[in-house]
């Protein structure tokens, strides 16, 4: 644990705080980011694709906040309680010590029907006095409009406020009245028989504890400058005392008020559920294999990313964090990537996790199908298709905006696509596991499309608008016609001769391509396509295949090395650097491919200096700055820790082969 400098609380609600800052929690349906102080910054409810009642990640004046901290000067360290998502913060200031134990509750039966996140508060040493307050906000559509909710969050159709961020008072939305007369729905008080609760869009919150020192939201007090549209209170833990936060939240539906004694137990029982499921978890667990905590935090990140209602796997869990210190690329990530899915699919079973696997399959095939196998390279979590993007009436982090709700690549050809779907059955089938006989009809027809549409240009895996004959595409292609040859062999699926000869004939012509057009001499390296010199990270992905002469991967990776890194990081492509940080997974995947093409030296020490990049609890982002090692872009970002876990794995495997 890495204690934070020391310091008071800033002055609220406008801070804004490191990237690196944020650790995680998860139910299976939401995350919640919580900063080094002590304060939740973002959390979607009650879904991972549902509007964000916390936001100060994106908008500090008017996002909304969950405050918990110290008063005055402290430091911080934190952890995650040992094989769980569960964070625990240690505040010590001058007068005493105090853990915050921070969870989103899971049931007896397994995740709940509502939203619970709970804040245990232990005081360990000293006297030390605490200030908390919970102010929601209303910057996103379908918490502005009462119309829309968990179905309609992502394409609420445009904006509903009538004023300019930048104009906008420190406080959340509240409900008033525009110079023409119209309501600006925001955040209502309720006053009820059980007590009050916060209304945002369809979104009811009520707050329950335990020796936490409450103020009634009728009685503003000093200090608590948001008045009674939101909960705060104060009381000082003291060594051996124990306090408890319980906020609970819905979603247009009635709504549960949490008993304080059972929430305390459910804590507990989080984290033994949590430790249960890391238990079963079969990552690398020699004793003298060095990855093993590493592999198993990342797991557990992805593991948070994983949509329990569908099985579908979200690339982030937030929208809108610039790419760059200057704006623009700013994109949001609340989506299943058919991609992300495929390489976590091949970890999942790796690890010898049946459930995840089963359900991610069986989410991406009954959403195939429901499109009839139409090519699609995202979906929503819920497996419907993004809507027209359009950007919050959010300032953004720190100010650099926009904030993006939605995503306009969803419309793209990416022919990787191919191999992505055919690769997910390829490893399943392999793993122990049988295809049904529709399933085996789209592998076929997906397979007939990359022999058809390979020829063409497309916007390759990192969604550029201009297309190009990518070559990392045509190789995608030719995996997964490959891929599919191998299903019809094992029997699995069922071509006709005549399709077996038709996939065989355009595997070869795409070698023959990609030989001819992929390949420069003067550059000693495959190019990221035809007429540039530039070179493509993406390649990496089949540094161990054979579409090629071994020679000439080799020398690529050498290529890729020698220009796209920035110390063990790694930039996207030739060019990019001047646009935005360097991708983190990608320095994973050159290490992977180190590590699978023999050089595991060069692997584990490339490894080695990408380990400690992580922050304080071991997550990370989409990017990482060559200059300071900040972060940047969506988090935590599972591309990241994916990329992370099969460079560990192939580090094992290459090891173990070599030791034979």
């Not at 995840?356 to 196998?373: C, F, I, N, P, R």
């Not at 090519?375 to 993006?404: K, N, Q, T």
């Not at 990416?414 to 295809?435: S, W």
Request: proline fraction near 6%.
């Amino acid at each position: 644990m890495t204690p934070s400098p020391a310091g008071s609380a800033p002055q609220l609600p406008t801070r804004y705080v490191d990237l690196r800052d944020y650790a995680a929690i998860g139910d299976g349906r939401t995350v919640a980011l919580i900063a080094l102080d002590g304060q939740v910054d973002w959390m979607p409810v009650p879904a991972l694709h549902s509007p964000p009642v916390f936001a100060a990640l994106v908008d500090g004046p008017g996002g909304g906040r969950f405050e918990l901290r110290p008063e005055g000067d402290f430091t911080t360290e934190r952890r995650y309680v040992e094989g769980t998502n569960v964070l625990q913060t240690t505040f010590t200031t001058a007068t005493g010590v105090v853990r915050v134990t921070d969870a989103l509750v899971t049931g007896v039966a397994g995740r709940l029907p509502w939203l619970e996140l709970a804040r245990r508060i232990e005081g360990l040493e000293g006297s030390v006095p605490m200030r908390w307050a919970v102010v929601p906000g209303a910057v996103f559509d379908g918490l502005q409009d009462d119309g829309a909710g968990l179905d309609d969050a992502e394409d609420g159709g445009g904006t509903s406020s009538h004023e300019d961020v930048s104009d906008r008072a420190s406080g959340p939305l509240v409900e008033d009245s525009g110079e023409d007369g119209s309501d600006i729905p925001g955040v209502k008080r309720v006053d009820t028989v059980h007590g009050p609760l916060l209304r945002v869009g369809r979104i009811d919150l009520v707050l329950v504890g335990s020796e936490h020192g409450r103020i009634d939201p009728a009685e503003p007090g000093d200090g608590f400058p948001d008045g009674p549209l939101s909960f705060y209170g104060a009381f000082t833990a003291t060594a051996g005392s124990r306090h408890l936060l319980t906020l609970c939240g819905t979603d247009d539906e009635p709504i549960h008020v949490p008993v304080p004694e059972n929430v305390d137990r459910g804590i507990d029982r989080s984290i033994e559920s949590w430790q249960a499921w890391t238990r079963e978890f079969d990552g690398p667990d020699d004793e003298d294999d060095e990855w093993t905590d590493v592999v198993q935090r990342s797991a557990l990140a992805l593991k948070l990313l994983i949509f329990s209602p569908t099985g579908s796997i979200a690339a982030a869990a937030t929208t809108g964090l610039p790419e760059n210190r200057t704006g623009g690329k700013n994109y949001d990530y609340r989506f299943a990537w058919v991609r992300d899915l495929a390489y976590t699919v091949g970890a999942l079973v790796e690890f010898g996790l049946r459930e995840e696997t089963h359900a991610a399959v069986s989410w991406v095939l009954k959403t195939l199908k429901q499109y009839e196998g139409e090519l699609h390279i995202f979906f929503r979590l819920d497996g419907s298709l993004p809507g027209e993007m359009h950007d919050a009436p959010a300032e953004g982090w720190r100010g650099i905006g926009p904030v993006r709700i939605g995503n306009d690549a969803s419309d793209q050809l990416q022919l990787g696509v191919y191999a992505d779907v055919v690769g997910i059955m390829a490893r399943y089938v392999d793993a122990g596991n049988i295809l049904d006989e529709r399933t085996s009809e789209l592998i076929v027809a997906f397979t007939d499309a990359a022999c058809r549409n390979w020829p063409k240009k497309d916007s390759g895996m990192w969604e550029l608008p201009e297309e190009e004959h990518y070559v990392s595409s045509k190789v995608g292609c030719w995996q997964a016609i490959t891929d599919a040859l191998h299903l019809a062999e094992i029997g699995e699926i069922k071509p006709s001769d005549d399709d077996l000869s038709h996939w065989r004939e355009n595997r070869r012509l795409i070698e023959e391509w990609v030989a001819e057009h992929g390949w420069s001499e003067e550059r000693g390296s495959y190019l990221m396509h035809p007429g540039s010199d530039r070179l493509d990270a993406s390649i990496l992905l089949h540094a161990d295949r054979d579409f090629g002469p071994r020679a000439r991967m080799d020398a690529t990776i050498a290529r890729i090395d020698e220009e796209l890194s920035a110390g063990p990081l790694l930039y996207r492509y030739s060019g990019v650097d001047e646009e935005e940080g360097t991708f983190v997974a990608c320095a994973f995947w050159l290490t992977e491919a180190l590590a699978r093409t023999g050089r595991v030296g060069d692997a584990s020490e490339r490894m080695r200096a990408l380990i400690p990049l992580a922050n304080d609890v071991g997550l990370y982002s989409e990017i990482i700055a060559a200059s300071d090692h900040a972060f940047l872009g969506n988090l935590p970002q599972g591309l990241s820790h994916l990329a992370l876990i099969n460079a560990a794995l192939s580090i094992r495997s290459a090891g173990s082969e070599a030791r034979v």
